[in-house]
DNA sequence: TAGATTGTTAATCGATTAACAATC
DNA sequence: TAGATTGTTAATCGATTAACAATC
């Protein structure tokens, strides 16, 4: 309850905040900066839940064990949003990483593979809090077609083109199995969904068309850990 | 059934290749090339699985998208494991970098924090896959201690530290809620396991002490891909 | 005003790609 | 042997850090 009021008053500083006369981006924004831009999002929201109004970027910095230049080169990608001699106002800040993050875009995303993982990313909050409106799930399985999960129908995969018809999808999130990635990215692309989070395994790679995928393989996380923790065991003996 | 199968004749492969006399490692890998090993493994298994047994790295590349040099700079960091006019033997290279990623290590994890996350990486293939072996699973509410996920116990969280006394555990998968991370972090620390898999969203640091951390946020991949659709939809107006 | 801190340019560092001699 | 392809060095490219003038 108390998290939710706190996500209301993000939303509401949001709107409160008056828009930059500055443009979005300024030129070509590398692709090391905007990896880093998530990262920026998540510690302002546990700044302005602290209730801080204001930082410098060596400020900023030291929480994030980065430096204060790279901070300060990062946002200047996109406009000056701080003030000499002041720091940077935390709310008018994510406001604007928000905006160019595109939170309050009010994008709609489908789940497709109601499995373990699916389930598990459909009750998950981080949707809501990035802006993104999961309004549908979808699976083959007759045992859990017809079931709500979080308040979200999971419908027959037969009825996507349909739906995807008559409701408009900017992003279909796949949590099925490897096999069936590469038909199921057929149907997302022809339904006109521009964007692909994907969780198959199977890469997706649809060159340089309008589709846009994020390629997700949570075991690598975990094979870097590994490979960190036999680092050390080697470096012992 | 056939991909258990699979995974035995990978296995038993590993231990059939003759083992270089090389050292594991050329001095310092630098992080770029150790956050690209994981995507290494996971073609190289693909290979295999498709019953390819010889590659170049021209054709590796190919597959991949990135360039056949990236790919020989990365594995020469470990070793020279291809051969002049003949690539790479696709068995002994996966042999390899399993290896230097720990794959057979034999390294065992417990999960903290039994919701939803918790139960659908439990029951998620990717932990044998990579040779990591979860052995218990922990949490506070005793509507789930003592049940069983996907042949996992769950135990309560106050028989952790009793637990970590009598059994040997490497990693730490923490899927509970952000407000409990920094109290299980310690108590992870303090039962001397040595690496943590952070899920909590909570990022943890222990500076450079034994204690290696992988913070996980998956809803970064997700702000990426909506700051692409943003970009593109600004770009079209 | 004086002090603080940004925005931005220049210098450094690291990572990628190209090229080719070594060699299977 | 001739052809192919690696391993490795050198060249390029991109990303990070340092420095400082601009300015609030």
Redesign the pocket.
């Known amino acids: 309850m108390d998290k939710n009021k706190f996500e209301k008053d993000v939303f509401l500083d949001i709107d409160d905040v008056e828009m930059s006369d500055r443009g979005v981006v300024?030129g070509n924004v590398?692709?090391?900066?905007i990896k880093?831009l998530p990262r920026y999002f998540r510690y302002l929201r546990e700044l302005i839940r602290q209730g801080k109004s204001r930082?410098?970027?060596?400020?900023?910095a030291e929480i994030m064990s980065?430096?204060?230049?790279?901070?300060?080169?990062?946002?200047?990608c996109f406009?000056?949003?701080?003030?000499?001699?002041?720091?940077?106002n935390v709310n008018y800040l994510y406001a604007k990483i928000c905006d160019i993050l595109g939170v309050g875009c009010g994008y709609r995303a489908v789940i497709i593979g109601a499995g373990n993982l699916g389930m598990a990313l459909a009750r998950n909050p981080m949707f809501e809090k990035r802006g993104v409106d999961v309004v549908a799930m979808f699976d083959v399985s007759p045992n859990i077609v017809g079931k709500t999960v979080s308040g979200i129908q999971v419908y027959d995969m037969k009825a996507f083109p349909a739906y995807c018809d008559e409701n408009h999808i900017d992003i279909a999130v796949l949590t099925l199995p490897k096999e069936a990635a590469v038909e199921a990215a057929k149907q997302v692309i022809s339904a006109g969904i521009e964007g692909i989070w994907n969780f198959t395994g199977k890469e997706i790679d649809t060159g340089d068309g309008p589709v846009v995928v994020e390629n997700v393989h949570i075991g690598d996380s975990l094979m870097t850990l590994c490979y960190e923790l036999c680092r050390r065991d080697r470096e012992q003996s």
Request: proline share 3%; no cysteine; net charge positive.
């Open positions: 300024r590398s692709p090391a900066v880093r930082i410098s970027s060596g400020e900023l980065v430096t204060a230049s790279q901070i300060r080169q990062d946002l200047n406009g000056g949003f701080g003030q000499q001699g002041y720091g940077y």
